[in-house]
T-cell receptor, first 112, second 113 residues
Framework: DTEVTQTPKHLVMGMTNKKSLKCEQHMGHRAMYWYKQKAKKPPELMFVYSYEKLSINESVPSRFSPECPNSSLLNLHLHALQPEDSALYLCASSQEEESPLHFGNGTRLTVT | GESVGLHLPTLSVQEGDNSIINCAYSNSASDYFIWYKQESGKGPQFIID?????DKRQGQRVTVLLNKTVKHLSLQIAATQPGDSAVYFCAENLQTSYDKVIFGPGTSLSVIP
C-alpha cells in the first residue's frame, strides 16, 4: 500500500470520451506531480503543482487538463485522447524541495 | 522503424552477490539525485538520495556514489536478494527548477536464486 492513492487502477476509454484520473495524499505534502510512463521507459514529467498552483507544464497537449482542487487532491481530466496516449499515469507528491517523491501505483489507461 | 530504447538495460546477478547499477545524468546544474525501485504493477519507490555536496551515502544494504566530474551516479546493493528484482531508475533534481525531477532510462535487475 502507498500513501498516495490513485483511482481508478485501470481505465479504458474511447477517443471521444471524457474521463478523469484522481490522486489523493494525506501527508501534508505541498507539491503534487503527474507523470506518464510507457512500457519499458522511465516516467516522463507532465505537470507539477506547488501549493495548489500549477508550477510546471512540460508542454503537454491540451487534451490533458490538470486540476488541483485542494492541497490533498490532484485530478487529470482527459478529453479526445489518442491511442498513443495509452500508458501508466503516475501521481506523486513531495514535502519540500530536494526531497523524494512519493508515488501512487498509477492508473493504467488504454485508449481505443 | 522504432528500435532504439525498446529494451531496458538488464543486469543479472546471483543471489547473495553484490549488484552495481550505473547512471549517467545529463545536467551539471543538478544538485540532488535519487534512486527509485519500481516493481511490476507498482509506482516507483524511493531507495536512497544524495546531494551534490557529497560523493557517497550509505543506507541499509545500499550505497550511492556520485562522481560530479563525469556526471555519473551508481547504486550498489549488497547481498542481493530475489526481492531486489525490479527496474531501478536514477533521477535528478534540477537546481534551476527544484520541482523538476527527471528520470534516467532505468536498469532491469534480475536476481538468480
Amino acid at each position: 500500500d502507498t500513501e498516495v492513492t490513485q483511482t481508478p487502477k485501470h481505465l479504458v476509454m474511447g477517443m471521444t470520451n471524457k474521463k478523469s484520473l484522481k490522486c489523493e495524499q494525506h501527508m501534508g505534502h505541498r507539491a503534487m506531480y503527474w507523470y506518464k510512463q510507457k512500457a519499458k521507459k522511465p516516467p516522463e514529467l507532465m505537470f507539477v503543482y506547488s501549493y495548489e498552483k500549477l508550477s510546471i507544464n512540460e508542454s503537454v497537449p491540451s487534451r490533458f487538463s490538470p486540476e488541483c482542487p485542494n492541497s490533498s487532491l490532484l485530478n487529470l481530466h482527459l478529453h479526445a485522447l489518442q491511442p498513443e496516449d495509452s500508458a501508466l499515469y503516475l501521481c506523486a507528491s513531495s514535502q519540500e524541495e530536494e526531497s523524494p517523491l512519493h508515488f501512487g501505483n498509477g492508473t493504467r489507461l488504454t485508449v481505443t | 522503424g522504432e528500435s532504439v530504447g525498446l529494451h531496458l538495460p538488464t543486469l543479472s546477478v546471483q543471489e547473495g552477490d553484490n549488484s552495481i547499477i550505473n547512471c549517467a545524468y545529463s545536467n551539471s546544474a543538478s544538485d540532488y539525485f535519487i534512486w527509485y525501485k519500481q516493481e511490476s504493477g507498482k509506482g516507483p519507490q524511493f531507495i536512497i538520495d544524495i546531494r551534490s555536496n557529497m560523493d557517497k551515502r550509505q543506507g541499509q544494504r545500499v550505497t550511492v556514489l556520485l562522481n560530479k566530474t563525469v556526471k555519473h551516479l551508481s547504486l550498489q546493493i549488497a547481498a542481493t536478494q530475489p526481492g531486489d528484482s525490479a527496474v531501478y531508475f536514477c533521477a535528478e533534481n534540477l537546481q534551476t527548477s527544484y520541482d523538476k525531477v527527471i528520470f534516467g532510462p532505468g536498469t532491469s535487475l534480475s536476481v538468480i536464486p
